[in-house]
């Protein structure tokens, strides 16, 4: 069941241009905890130019979603300055938290951990997350729990999805990642391919700005392709080799590029919405081919995306219809939660907090932690 509409965003746009939105999502949970102690987390991420709080109860209903976007900011230099990004998060943040707990009727006294995004992502901003969460766990007492960005996106599946339990398959596909992910258990991920160049929504947004469309990207070539015609162009889909789950999109993008210069050599005019469209196809082919084959050889009937550009119409669309052919179960969040939010880290942070994992006032920013191999002297202490 997709629950998009039953999303309520209320928004307004700040003097600085920066879009505040809080998200309310969905109906109250009713189910409880057995010994009906719930767990109230408050979350907190700040990766990239998303600076997000919320407040998640038992890993799965969402009380409040604030998101401050600065990507108005970046537009005029088409892409994220990572300079910006830092300042801003420092400007937004505690503005973010305030009106997360106010939203959920919570005070700090009704939070039982915070969890914050430490990696992977740009340090500068990653460190202001870092930073508020460690201040106010320090003030008050409070247990720190530090989250995987990655697991947070993957995790945003359980709060669209009150049903879904691993292990299930999970295409993660951002603008930093394209991972194809065998979730086996809570906070157990096996990586079984990843990019060997760009991510999927770096060719997006590389794409977008080749033909004029401007950043970010994704949402501007998904718009531009519905206009478009997908069988006009036929770009590569690279494959890795016979037995690789591996992406790899800079061959595809280079095509891209070399199809703008030839026609301008030409003197001809280019289809916009047709080469958007082609691209795009050529992307979802490879995404969703992977995936399932991935998920008939790991024996899986579930079938997850996350990131950025599983937010994308057209994979969407594919994803769907591979899994009724198939006679998979398709789990795919609501757009709002596939993109940088905090519900999704309050969830990941949950399921961590449940197995003792608390870091400690050691935490620190990691900008390229790996998944699923976590290096727990960054982690800080267990509890266990
Ligand atoms: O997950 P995300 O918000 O941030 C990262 O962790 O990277 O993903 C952002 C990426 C950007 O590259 C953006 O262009 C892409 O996701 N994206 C999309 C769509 N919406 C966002 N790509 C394709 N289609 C979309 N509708
Ligand atoms: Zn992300």
Redesign the pocket.
């Known amino acids: 069941m997709d629950k998009t509409n039953k999303e309520k965003i209320e928004r307004r746009t700040d003097e600085d241009g920066v879009i505040f939105m809080s998200i309310k999502n969905g109906e109250e949970d009713t189910e409880r905890k057995e010994d009906g102690k719930d767990i109230t987390i408050l979350a907190i991420e700040s990766?990239?130019?998303?600076t997000a709080a919320a407040i998640v109860r038992n890993g799965r209903e969402v009380l409040s979603n604030i998101i401050s976007s600065q990507i108005a900011l970046h537009t005029i230099y088409g892409g994220v300055v990572p300079e910006i990004a830092s300042r801003k998060h420092v400007e937004k943040i505690n503005g973010c938290v305030r009106a997360a707990l106010a939203e959920a009727g919570c005070t700090l006294e009704d939070i039982d951990a915070i969890a914050v995004t430490y990696g992977p992502?740009l340090v500068g901003a990653l460190l202001v997350g870092v930073s508020e969460a460690k201040a106010l766990s320090f003030a008050t007492g409070k247990p720190l729990v530090g989250v995987h960005?990655?697991e947070g996106?993957i995790c945003a599946n359980y709060i669209e999805y009150k049903e879904l339990e691993p292990p299930f398959m999970c295409l993660v596909?951002?603008?930093?990642?394209s991972h194809l992910v065998h979730v086996k258990d809570y906070g157990v991920y096996d990586i079984i391919g990843q990019t060997r160049d760009d991510?999927?929504?770096?060719?997006?947004?590389k794409v977008?700005r080749a033909i004029g469309l401007g950043?970010?990207?994704?949402?501007?070539?998904?718009?531009a392709a519905r206009e478009g015609n997908p069988d006009a162009i036929n770009f590569p889909r690279a494959k890795t080799s016979e037995k690789s789950y591996d992406f790899s999109f800079s061959g595809l993008k280079s095509a891209v590029l070399n199809y703008l210069n030839q026609a301008e050599m030409k003197g001809e005019e280019v289809n916009k919405n047709d080469v958007a469209a082609s691209f795009?196809k050529a992307?979802v082919d490879v995404l969703s081919e992977h995936t399932m084959q991935a998920a008939k050889e790991y024996g899986c009937d579930k079938i997850a995306i996350?990131?950025?550009?599983?937010?994308?119409?057209?994979?969407r669309e594919r994803l769907e219809m591979e899994c009724a052919k198939n006679g998979m179960t398709f789990y795919r969040p609501a757009?709002v939660l596939?993109?940088?939010?905090a519900a999704m880290i309050g969830a990941a942070g949950y399921y961590e907090f449940i197995k003792g994992n608390v870091a400690g006032m050691d935490l620190n920013a990691v900008p390229n932690l790996p998944l699923g191999d976590r290096e727990r002297r960054y982690h800080g202490r267990s509890s266990k």
């Open positions: 990766s990239c130019d998303e992502g960005h990655i996106h596909a951002s603008g930093g990642h991510a999927a929504g770096e060719a997006f947004d977008a950043y970010p990207g994704g949402p501007k070539v998904d718009k795009q992307v996350a990131g950025g550009v599983a937010s994308n119409t057209a994979l757009p596939c993109t940088d939010n």
